[in-house]
């Protein structure tokens, strides 16, 4: 139909500088007529590439990771890779299984949350030789690639702030650390700074539970039943945070007058609410986007940077000031 050989319909599908542009809008004529697609898997087979990059994550319940594959999604379509998508439910067993099947169907390359991987899906990488980057964190002592920020480093400024308004009495609502290198990192940043001011984090102000509202209302309900109470709660994302917001108002408490609440992300929510929160900004987009551009570069045989780090920012809003003064037991 285009009146063409094969061979300059090849060149114009995979090297489109190589032709004409007459050519190149004849060719494209045709295959719009003819709805014809590229078969994929003939193309794999002399290329021995599909042009599709893996990535494992947690979970699809968290607005940070719908927000980063989405970010990922449209970097990656405009280099003509296709992503494939999983869930590990932060489960080492779980991921090394998606993974495996991932590699089966023919992945490029892969990009995975953190760095708590099982053995086996190490070896996996290495004997399929298949690049693949740590997102989420920031690792530049390891001798495989990582895009994030330093979660410890972020934590303890967050933690320093409010320390810097007065607050001693401190407690934490973070992530289930098991398996997530990330929760257990800014619990010890926040360990860091209470430590270099002179304070410990008392057991019973430290609380561990899943990235859910429930969840994290039922820790602020066990938090402020404490006597005494915190003054100020670090929680380790910004769900958790609106979890100990929204039980902290039921509650009868004025924020941030009885209590400071502190978030980690800074997503889309966490400016509109009432009081707004103050919260860690983490650059999603940013961090997704160059591990897709670190895969992309590297297949293509491109030098690109093995690690990467991005800056995690205080953002000041409403939900902190200074500790309320302490009241005399018994007055």
């Known amino acids: 139909m285009a009146g063409v050989s094969t061979a300059s319909i090849s060149r114009a599908l995979n090297t489109p500088a190589s032709v004409s542009a007459e050519l190149r809008a004849r060719i494209d004529a045709a295959i719009a007529e003819l709805g014809y697609i590229p078969d994929a898997a003939a193309r794999a087979l002399s290329s021995r590439r599909t042009r599709t990059i893996g990535a494992i994550i947690p ?33 080492p067993e779980v991921e090394h299984r998606q993974a ?20 086996a899906l190490r070896r996996l990488l290495a004997m399929q030789r298949i690049p693949f980057v740590n997102v989420g964190v920031y690792h530049p002592d390891k001798p495989y690639a990582s895009v994030g920020a330093d979660n410890e480093s972020a934590a ?28 257990s990192a800014r619990v010890q940043g926040i360990r860091q ?8 984090l008392r057991p019973e102000w430290h609380i561990e539970v899943p990235y859910k509202l429930d969840d994290a209302r039922q820790a602020a309900r066990t938090l402020l039943a404490r006597d005494p109470r915190p003054t100020a709660v670090i929680c380790g994302n910004d769900v958790l945070a609106y979890g100990v917001l929204l039980e902290a108002e039921r509650q009868g408490l004025r924020l941030p007058d009885d209590l400071s609440v502190m978030g980690f992300d800074d997503l889309e929510w966490s400016r509109h609410l009432r009081p707004s929160l103050t919260t860690m900004h983490l650059p999603t987009d940013e961090v997704w986007t160059r591990a897709g551009e670190y895969l992309v570069r590297t297949l ?14 205080l953002v000041v809003r409403e939900s902190t000031g200074r500790p309320p003064r302490r009241r005399a037991r018994g007055a």
Do not use: K, W
């Open 59 to 91: 979970t699809v319940d968290n607005a940070m990771f719908a927000r980063g594959i989405e970010a990922l999604q449209r970097y990656l379509s405009s280099q003509d890779y296709l992503l494939l998508l999983a869930t590990s439910g932060y489960d």
């Open 100 to 119: 495996q099947n991932m590699v089966s169907r023919g992945i490029d390359g892969l990009i995975l949350r953190g760095d708590v991987h099982t053995p």
């Open 156 to 183: 303890r400024r967050a933690c320093e702030y409010l320390l810097s308004l007065g607050h001693t009495d401190i407690g934490v609502v973070a992530a289930l650390a098991r398996h997530n290198d990330r929760a």
């Open 193 to 200: 700074a209470l430590e270099a001011a002179g304070l410990d």
């Open 300 to 313: 293509a045989g491109e030098a690109a940077p093995l690690h990467h780090e991005v800056d995690a920012t």
